[in-house]
């Protein structure tokens, strides 16, 4: 094959330019599609499991979860973003990536079952001997970073987050099922492995890419160049966000762990979500803008808009709402998390912009200002999550949500200047979803205080009332977000 053939044969790759708008507009519906679904999936599974397994066999999960998830930021070191981001591919560059993603998982697999046994005395958690070798299987088997980065390239947005659910509901049948029969924790990273394996298949026939090159160092040199300061930030953050769970496990005990971890985690629904759901979106559609300013500034703005409206909703809902959400979901056992659960929601929105403003940094190649910026967050948010400690994971919670809002000032605000993007815009397009919220809250509150009934009826009256007043409010007073994603003029 010639240069100039695989040239050619990479540009099927390539994002839609001159169907940009409605590439994107078609991504946020089928992202949203497929998390919403997803988002079910994990609520489903989450409360059989925790109903199933307990509070000290979450924490452990937790602590897993922590160097496992850890170790998959250096299984992509960045080279999906690079593949994503670059102007043109080549065949050298993308076997390189590949071949290092591949490595790479065997190398920290490896890493990982010969730490186990110290991680386990550290942490004084005896099953994680046998739980992070076993869940270390999932960094081998997960290949899919070249095809799964092509996809979202190509705005596939349906593919992607196709395969996202793949793995999600396979992992949630498996671990359910699994520990149905009688298994015990361990049942949760064979879910994810058998998730893995079989989303890793489906990317192949999904995308047709093979290797067909040998790696080569320049490709190497320039993945690395930008990717680099990609994998510095990503640990940086991973930390950040992480450190919380670390010294909770390590000072409080998986129980409080537990607890702290599974709040933590319903905080994180949302925000994960939408941020799968905006950046897989969004990182594409503004890379392809870099130099046409004003659309990449309105894509940016309604991206945020979207986000922070369904944000404030599930945020206010689930803040309402806790005692009767934790009590259906879970049980009276995992009653002692509510007040974190609460602290922990009204945070949402700041990490929900927080997040957005990534994907300014990376479409621009601005990875190096990106990582300066996240050594005074992630400093912010030690500090933060230090104090609070002393206070038990009910001061961590508050901790947490001081350093989310005053974080925004570090990140997000040098992101706009970034982007040529004013406080003023942003607030003139997010004035009405916080009216709206607040009006919301307080609905919200007097429906909790009137409400007296058995816990699944308190929080379907309560979720009810507090959502109709937010988007009522919404809609009345603020058409311009509905209109703008069907593409139409106020």
Same mark, same amino acid.
């Given at each position: 094959?010639?240069?100039?053939?695989?040239?050619?044969?990479?540009?099927?790759?390539?994002?839609?330019?001159?169907?940009?708008?409605?590439?994107?507009?078609?991504?946020?519906?089928?992202?949203?599609?497929?998390?919403?679904?997803?988002?079910?999936?994990?609520?489903?599974?989450?409360?059989?499991?925790?109903?199933?397994?307990?509070?000290?066999?979450?924490?452990?999960?937790?602590?897993?979860?922590?160097?496992?998830?850890?170790?998959?930021?250096?299984?992509?070191?960045?080279?999906?973003?690079?593949?994503?981001?670059?102007?043109?591919?080549?065949?050298?560059?993308?076997?390189?990536?590949?071949?290092?993603?591949?490595?790479?998982?065997?190398?920290?697999?490896?890493?990982?079952?010969?730490?186990?046994?110290?991680?386990?005395?550290?942490?004084?958690?005896?099953?994680?001997?046998?739980?992070?070798?076993?869940?270390?299987?999932?960094?081998?088997?997960?290949?899919?970073?070249?095809?799964?980065?092509?996809?979202?390239?190509?705005?596939?947005?349906?593919?992607?987050?196709?395969?996202?659910?793949?793995?999600?509901?396979?992992?949630?049948?498996?671990?359910?099922?699994? @520990?149905?029969?009688?298994?015990?924790?361990?049942?949760?990273?064979?879910?994810?492995?058998?998730?893995?394996?079989?989303?890793?298949?489906?990317?192949?026939?999904?995308?047709?890419?093979?290797?067909?090159?040998?790696?080569?160092?320049?490709?190497?040199?320039?993945?690395?160049?930008?990717?680099?300061?990609?994998?510095?930030?990503?640990?940086?953050?991973?930390?950040?966000?992480?450190?919380?769970?670390?010294? @909770?496990?390590?000072?409080?005990?998986?129980?409080?762990?537990?607890?702290?971890?599974?709040?933590?985690?319903?905080?994180?629904?949302?925000?994960?979500?939408?941020?799968?759901?905006?950046?897989?979106?969004?990182?594409?559609?503004?890379?392809?803008?870099?130099?046409?300013?004003?659309?990449?500034?309105?894509?940016?703005?309604?991206?945020?808009?979207?986000?922070?409206?369904?944000?404030?909703?599930?945020?206010?809902?689930?803040?309402?709402?806790?005692?009767?959400?934790?009590?259906?979901?879970?049980?009276?056992?995992?009653?002692?998390?509510?007040?974190?659960?609460?602290?922990?929601?009204?945070?949402?929105?700041?990490?929900?912009?927080?997040?957005?403003?990534?994907?300014?940094? /990376?479409? /621009?190649?601005?990875?190096?200002?990106?990582?300066?910026?996240?050594?005074?967050?992630?400093?912010?948010?030690?500090?933060?999550?230090?104090?609070?400690?002393?206070?038990?994971?009910?001061?961590?919670?508050?901790?947490?949500?001081?350093?989310?809002?005053?974080?925004?000032?570090?990140?997000?605000?040098?992101?706009?200047?970034?982007?040529?993007?004013?406080?003023?815009?942003?607030?003139?397009?997010?004035?009405?979803?916080?009216?709206?919220?607040?009006?919301?809250?307080?609905?919200?509150?007097?429906?909790?205080?009137?409400?007296?009934?058995?816990? /699944?009826?308190?929080?379907?009256?309560?979720?009810?009332?507090?959502?109709?007043?937010?988007?009522?409010?919404?809609?009345?007073?603020?058409?311009?977000?509905?209109?703008?994603?069907?593409?139409?003029?106020?």
């Amino acid at each position: 094959m010639t240069e100039s053939t695989t040239s050619h044969s990479l540009e099927r790759w390539d994002p839609p330019r001159d169907d940009l708008g409605r590439a994107a507009r078609a991504g946020v519906r089928q992202t949203t599609l497929f998390r919403i679904l997803s988002l079910v999936v994990q609520f489903v599974s989450a409360a059989i499991l925790a109903r199933l397994l307990g509070p000290a066999a979450f924490g452990t999960i937790a602590l897993a979860t922590l160097v496992t998830a850890f170790a998959t930021i250096f299984n992509d070191m960045g080279i999906g973003s690079a593949i994503i981001q670059r102007k043109k591919l080549d065949e050298p560059t993308l076997t390189t990536a590949f071949l290092l993603n591949a490595a790479a998982g065997v190398v920290l697999a490896s890493a990982i079952t010969a730490a186990s046994p110290w991680l386990a005395d550290f942490f004084e958690s005896p099953d994680l001997r046998f739980i992070l070798p076993l869940s270390s299987l999932t960094l081998v088997l997960s290949l899919s970073l070249v095809q799964r980065s092509l996809l979202q390239r190509k705005m596939n947005f349906g593919a992607v987050m196709a395969l996202d659910f793949m793995y999600g509901i396979i992992s949630a049948i498996v671990s359910v099922v699994l @520990v149905l029969l009688g298994m015990g924790v361990e049942a949760i990273p064979i879910g994810a492995i058998t998730a893995t394996a079989i989303s890793s298949i489906a990317a192949a026939i999904w995308c047709p890419w093979r290797p067909r090159r040998r790696p080569t160092w320049e490709s190497t040199k320039s993945l690395w160049g930008y990717s680099g300061h990609v994998l510095a930030f990503n640990i940086l953050n991973y930390w950040s966000k992480n450190i919380d769970n670390l010294l @909770v496990g390590k000072f409080l005990g998986d129980v409080s762990l537990g607890y702290y971890s599974r709040a933590y985690n319903l905080m994180q629904l949302p925000v994960t979500n939408l941020n799968r759901v905006l950046s897989t979106v969004l990182f594409p559609a503004l890379s392809s803008l870099q130099t046409e300013k004003e659309r990449f500034r309105r894509g940016w703005l309604l991206s945020s808009q979207a986000g922070l409206a369904v944000g404030f909703w599930v945020a206010i809902v689930t803040a309402v709402a806790s005692p009767y959400l934790i009590e259906v979901l879970y049980g009276n056992e995992w009653l002692p998390m509510a007040t974190t659960l609460t602290i922990l929601m009204i945070a949402t929105p700041a990490y929900i912009l927080s997040s957005n403003a990534s994907p300014i940094f /990376l479409a /621009l190649g601005a990875t190096r200002l990106q990582f300066r910026l996240g050594l005074a967050t992630a400093a912010l948010r030690v500090v933060s999550i230090v104090i609070g400690l002393q206070f038990g994971y009910v001061g961590v919670a508050v901790g947490i949500l001081a350093s989310g809002y005053l974080n925004l000032g570090i990140t997000t605000w040098p992101a706009m200047r970034l982007a040529g993007i004013t406080v003023r815009s942003l607030a003139n397009s997010q004035v009405w979803i916080l009216a709206a919220a607040a009006f919301a809250a307080v609905v919200g509150i007097a429906a909790r205080t009137l409400t007296h009934f058995a816990p /699944l009826i308190s929080l379907v009256l309560i979720g009810a009332t507090t959502s109709v007043a937010f988007f009522s409010a919404l809609f009345i007073f603020d058409k311009s977000l509905i209109s703008a994603l069907r593409n139409r003029k106020n």
